[in-house]
């Protein structure tokens, strides 16, 4: 159980975790655009006594180019420090022999190069975008429905995101499309599954109650944070809507509600943990 | 409460209602094939002291189209016999005052000329095949998302149904994605829903018990009737597959497995009703 009160959370605090987009940017044509004060927070970060590490549910390029994005854009930030989910669902393909059917966006192909895809003996989808076609998505499902015992990846469970010409529908959409039509239920992969989570934890050798996510979902940043036992902070910048989100709200945490009534870019957020932290 | 005896119930039976997709015929190119003896069975039951109406969640077509294609395939069948979702969605649109954006197939929008589609206060799907894409999707998202009191329709509630090459997602698959992006719940017009099957009841100017319904779909078809206090049969044509729809058992009548366990096209469906009730 998270530390509800937050002077003593915050001075507790060993590790920081951030959502990447709509928390660092905005995703849109090009590279996007960094929402103004995150790049100096990161900075500020860095710069502290705080561990580091981007957690993402970003399913459209490899690791490696979507960090590259984000250098391009001013940010601080490296390979090893992002967690997004295809690296893990690949580990957990060849854990369990898994052959799989892709539904996913051109981009993140590469991270699947080493998995053997012929007789699928399951699916995964990520944020497919424009590859969401009927047609696609009835390939999917005929892969599933011959199969004796369907198994559905989803890698991230979101509504929608921003891009910067509006919102978008996310993978978690598709998931719910795709568990009605065969009757089953996926097996999530990125936040807010406990386990991507604690592999973060895991990485920076820390407890839950030792570190903190930042990100603009309440359910999948500051909800799966929280049910992991780490604090969760919600900024209102990226798909942030006042009126929308509020009905998950009774599910989390009610302390949350204290810290949301402020305006919260990133660089907010930080101020609010340093007035009862020194960094 | 539908009566379980079926002897005793078909020799109160005064009116049939038919599925038609997978009863009738199986669609697909062109107008789809008629299934082997079903033109026949038609025949029968015209000739029958039966009143005979037609229930369908069709969609892609106005009914006036529909029923020219079943006509061509050699249906004796007329307009006023035949019921789908798009005539009982306008009366509805114009008894609330709605305001429609619709995403359904290209053939059915005539059915709405006569609805105002300026400024949509709801959105309606259908079963609009590709013009599912993601744009299309994300469109009719956006106009939810931006209502204060979002309200969705959609034309039936189907899991999938099977044309000529294989099996196709259906308009519910894409309900349950917009009801989760949008955290609302869709009124469904169609089958399953009670009012739809109370409508055709009231046209035949018969009670729940004096009527069967003949579908291949187990719960639109079957669970919605015996819902409404009607007797339901399942044909093992069309979308009938043995491993998948056994999950729904469970909540039907119980004495619908002893019918299920013979196998069931239309014309055997007769004989076994036929072999209660002269005919």
Known sequence: MADTNWPSCCRSLKGVVLDMCGVLYDSGEGDGVAIPGSIEAVQRLKASDLQLRFCTNETQATREKFVAKLQRLGFDISVSEVFPPAPAVVAVLKQRGLRPHLLVYDGVLPEFDSIDKTNPNCVVIGDAAENFSYQNLNEAFRVLVGLEKPVLFSMGQGRYYKETDGLKLDVGVFMKALEY????EAEVIGKPSPMFFQTVLGDMNLQPHEALMIGDDLVNDVGGAQHCG????????????QNVETWDLEELDQNLEQICTEPHPLPSSLDFICSFKQM
Chains 1, 2 share one sequence.
């Open 230 to 241: 780490m604090k969760g902070v919600q900024v209102r910048t990226g798909k942030y809507r």
């Open 181 to 184: 039509a065969c009757d089953l």
